[in-house]
């Protein structure tokens, strides 16, 4: 099967317009007689909203609409992935109770945004403060204020996953590496900010199409539908091109929805798009979270046991998402080795933060650092070397399938080579310009292709979900895939139009992608995330390919009285093998099936299949990260210098969007292991001081490609979107403690910023 | 199965929109960048545009481009429906020869409507003029110019159907009533006049979007895409409101093809709506006819054999639908009668006139006038009651099915009961004002529910096709319809939701019915036309939603341990009959198919069913029409003062709308009759006064409806939209025969106007 499209270097269609200015982002949304919103926030952390006086903004002209909280009563958006035992399941988009510096607390709707804005600051907000909550640890703490009192708590969630006996094995084990990770809260920073023109038609057949960035439209939509009473009949989402997610917009914010809101009220479009001052505190932030770890040993270096204590800070209240983030962590802590026993608890807080939710590699990251840490720390004390102790513990290919103590089968990889082939490829750099050097290390495996779908009442991460594809052969031979992922950047559109082209047997000119439009595109209960899209949904197109293929091999050989088995597909004809003059071309086989002529007994008319893909399990994409670094003793600055990564994503569709996915991925991983963090005062007020890494900060990243094959999806992919961001906080930290041994076991925390790093080596 | 809302009385639910300024109408469409096209028409009949000079139109301000013939070469338009032997099967956009008035010969794009208007003026046109071609018959003589010199003939085709032994039976019968009739050319008059905006975006991914006033979206974009070179996948035309069509719009005319050309040219939208002077010879005018009749009897007014001569007047080329109007005539000239022997002629002839296209009734009221005229003539020679003359030949419901002698299988239906209960309706009017009054009766049998599809190269009017309805059921229970036939003002929005209220068992408020968009709707290859939407896509929506309350019960089924037989839906949940603790909501069904939560062994995930029908053949309904007129002997002007139809179209979804429908026909049918027609000079110029009935030339028109359920059809039901057009130029016609027996074999021409009744009268 195949006609050389999948595994080439096949260049990425949706740069044509991206590139060029062309693209289909929100803000380019005009339509007649648009309005717009401005969200106002609150200016404090903790306290209740006793009332606003509005007759000074009212007054300002072009104001059209003010919504305070009484306007939105009831409007609630729900948490998808409810956690066991978890106290609160939704939460309402507009609340007097005030729990975060940035919760939206009225809106204002105006002819132009400056008249929004000018009339927000005329708003008079009278606000009854309460103390802050800043940290997960002080939200547990008895003296902490309660931000939800009828909860009775501020812990949401609590429960344990693994073995019963773990604490008494990791206690009667010959070694026990404990510490303790504190990682900050990151915040994705797509280049297109938040945005959503939303209009509503209120005639019968009342109708809101809601211009939305976003990377799962047909989730916003049933929730928009819910929160607003709508008839999910009534409400299109539209999301064409998406300027990057990161998982930021996974979620459907109260901001969107309160647009819409809006909209409806004033019966004309309202455009609303996050003012880039808002970003920090508005679009939600992801990763806080400490973990208490202990990993124990035998004499000779195997892993007996490993238990840990995940602490999550939920913000103010859980997001869309839930504390589902945390429970990923849980799930994956084990990695690619083997432990006896293994244990894991995970509680979710609230703080006067704003909410935390998704970020690419969703949990991965904060478990590969915690874990991969533990094991470097234990190599130190146990004078091994760290690849070596990696390699004795790690799974082989001949133990795969391999479910472990949390649930999770691994289905298909080689983690030894992954590790060995990294090592081959490492070169420490060798200067001396004062600054003390080291490599490090980290290994993960990765849950990619998100599934199966099943009512998800208790443990897992997520509810999982199938994905559908159409595909159609229009009457001339050309090729329409439409599918519920979306593109954001990430390249799938290329990668979905080289399998329809490589399975069908047609030139890749000629095969269109349809996504992002609730009206065009097949149902998708979860979206373009969790490294799904090209397992899932290019999992259901190869099988809606294998289909198309087979129905015009039939017909075909009905027309030509040939025996399917003896056609095949090339240069726009169906022929017969070795008969050259038996053929027809695929125009005169579409019309034919389009019209409904000529057709073969019980063919019924069209060309156009519509299959849906339920993965029977989550599928397991794995790699191994290396970086060096040299740390400045003097200002405690951290540069990573080298960075190699070895990943195995399965079928490789297209090498050159893998290593871009790779690539950009670790940038970002460096970013949250030196430099990036949303800091709180003590008072709840974020400091407006966040660093993402530049390409100074990037080293050259070299990648090499594996490819063992998924035994489960259509066409053997795992998902890539996320990887390169899971090693980086790990291998970085490694590397450190590696340049820095005598404060290695307090290498703990990221990100590991110039000031960490000076305390550290003061102390 | 039903819920009662078949057969209800249900508003319409378009009307909410259409009735408040609130259509979607393509004059709405406003896109930024717009630009306006202007469409300049050849002023003489017959020709050739030697050159052009476009100086002084492209230094007008705002002017973007002009475009000529040679800007448009190889750009044609096909002919979908060929004729046998058929001498030419498209035509080009923009030609150099000029065969009519109203010819397309240039466009001009400007930045206002006015500009382009200003600037069309200044074209400075060469046209080199040769004679007019003016009649069919005018064509046929030997000293007429051919139109298309390449062809050596102005008879494009010319075909015979039915018995070779007819003319023979003809001749050796007792009785022979021999007349010729001729028909005006009518033109539909839509309440929206023709209109696109097209808009081209120009990167990789190439799409050309369509706003178009059209009865046919996928119909207008195959041929749109195959005109102007582009992939089909690449097209999509969006024809939401469609403000009446009466089959002018399921054409692409030349026009809409150059506003799309212009929008390619300029990257830019570009809007064309046709000027209201343009109508009479830019918008396709229909049946131009003339028939040479002639009816054969025997002793007891047995109708011994029937041949006819259909000349058709294609004018200039064949339009998109060719010369299939004629063949339809041909195909439905026997009417509900017996005959021993029928044939008939087809030959269709270029004039040098706007080319004929379609129009509600589509060569039926043609055959009715020819046919129903030539046997109240036989009544009279024979001293017969005319009625009783026609119940002696008609066809009992027991012959039924019955095949015609040009190959008609007419399904079901009780013809003489139609007729007795006409005439038990009729109620002469009694009044003595110096007017002569008289009745007349027209009996018909109408194909509708066009189908099956195959494909036609041979003699049947048209080629059929099958439709697809896509039915969704949304997590909420709410319903949403899908098909590719249009809504134009004749209800099938509200009958749809009616069917899929009624068959799934939901509240119709549940129900959204999504049409015209070839992005959101199942292919159909042949639109809103030949009084099909309701038989074939209705149909495909019964069978659609047999298999979505099937599935949806099998889900209850399973989730409830019970057996599917047990289950019925109501009241939004499906319930254990006899158990009303053992249910189900809709929702909760809906949600578990769509998440893929808990469904039975090998149930695919969703609610979603997308089905085709394919009809066997096509469906017939019938009618019986009366008309009482009153003829001023004075003025020969003719008033129609009452109305009579009895109508049976099968399985009745909406009485109101059915006799919306008739009533509405009928008043076209009056036009036809008494008052419509566009008159040429001799040199080809059209006359440009056209007279459309109004309230005052329209009586009231009582309606009785019939119910014969089609066999055929899935939920029974037959066309409907097209019925009342047929009756009335014959009927009226027999009307003013029987009021004026001294010229009663003279009255064969439509439309009756008091210049023709007075001249007849005179002579």
Known sequence: MGNGYVGARTPRREDARLLTGKSRYVASVRLPGMAYA?????????GRLLGCDTKAARAVEGVLDVILPAD??????????????????????????????????????????????????????????????????????????????????????????GDDDCAAAVEGAEHVVEMTFRMGRVSPYPLEPRGVV??????????????????????????????????????????????????????????????????????????????????????????????????ALDGDGRFVAM??????DLGAHPSNVGGSTFAVTATLLPGPYRFDRFAVRVRG???????????????????????????????????????????????????????????QTYDSGDYPRALRTLRDLVRPVEKDDGRRRGVGYSCHVESTGMGPSMDMKAINAAAGGYETAILRMEQDGSVVVSSGVVSMGQ???????????????????????????????????????????????????????????????????HRLEADA????????????????????????????????????????????ERVSYDPEGYTFAYGAHAAAVAVDPETGAVEVERYWVVNDAG?????????????????????????????YTDDGQPIAEYLPPTTREVPGIEVVLMETPSPLTPGGMKGVGEAGTIGPPAAIANAVAAALPEIAAQVTDVPLTPAVVWSLLRA
């Not at 995330?529 to 075909?556: E, I």
């Not at 969007?657 to 970002?668: K, N, S, W």
């Open 38 to 46: 401005h969200v106002v926030r609150s200016p404090v952390a903790h």
């Open 72 to 161: 939105a009563a009831g409007l609630r958006l729900p948490c998808v992935n409810v956690m066991p035992g978890q106290l609160m399941t939704s939460y309402p988009v507009l609340d007097d109770a005030v729990r975060y510096v940035g919760q939206p607390l009225a809106v204002v709707v105006a002819e132009t945004p400056q008249a929004a804005r000018d009339a927000a600051d005329l708003l008079d907000l009278d606000l009854d403060e309460l103390p802050a909550v800043v940290g997960a640890e002080r939200a547990l703490s008895d003296d902490a204020p309660l931000l939800h009192p009828d909860l009775g708590s501020n812990v949401l969630f609590d429960f344990v996953m």
């Open 198 to 295: 939303a209009s509503y038609a209120s005639y019968a057949g009342d109708e809101l199409t809601v211009h939305l960035s976003s990377q799962a439209p047909h989730h916003a939509r049933e929730h928009l539908a819910e929160a607003l009473g709508l008839s999910h009949d009534r409400v299109r989402v539209v999301s064409r091109d998406t300027g990057g997610g990161f998982g930021a917009k996974e979620h459907l914010y109260p901001d969107e929805t309160l647009a819409c809101l809006a909209a409806i009220r004033l019966g004309r479009p309202v455009s609303w798009s996050e003012p880039p001052g808002d970003r920090l505190f508005a679009t939600l932030p992801a990763r806080q979270a400490v973990h208490r770890g202990r990993l």
């Open 307 to 312: 238990d840990v204590d995940v602490l999550g």
């Open 349 to 407: 807080v609230v703080t006067t933060t704003t909410p935390t939710g998704s970020y690419r590699g969703f949990g991965q990251p904060e478990a590969a650092l915690t874990r991969e840490r533990l094991i470097d720390e234990a190599a130190r004390r146990l004078g091994l070397d760290p690849v070596e102790l990696r390699l004795r513990n790690m799974l082989r290919p001949d133990e795969l399938p391999y479910t472990t103590r949390v649930f």
């Open 491 to 557: 390249g799938i559109e290329t990668a979905l139009a080289q399998i329809a082209a490589d399975r069908v047997g047609v030139p890749i000119e000629r095969v269109r992608v349809v996504l992002g439009d609730t009206a065009t595109t097949p149902y998708s209960s979860i979206g373009a995330v969790a490294s799904r899209s090209l397992a899932v949904g290019g999992g259901a197109l190869v099988r809606a390919a294998v289909r198309l293929r087979d129905r015009l091999l039939a017909l075909a050989a």
């Open 565 to 608: 088995g003896d056609l095949e597909i090339a240069d726009g004809s169906v022929r017969v093998q070795g008969d050259p003059r038996a053929s027809l071309t695929l125009r005169d086989l579409a019309t034919s099936a389009w019209r409904g002529w000529d057709l073969p007994e019980g063919f019924a008319p069209g060309l156009e």
């Open 651 to 679: 079928v490789l569709v297209n090498p050159t969007v893998v290593e871009g996915q790779l690539t950009g991925g670790v940038a970002q991983g460096i970013g949250q292991a030196l430099t990036e963090e949303i800091g």
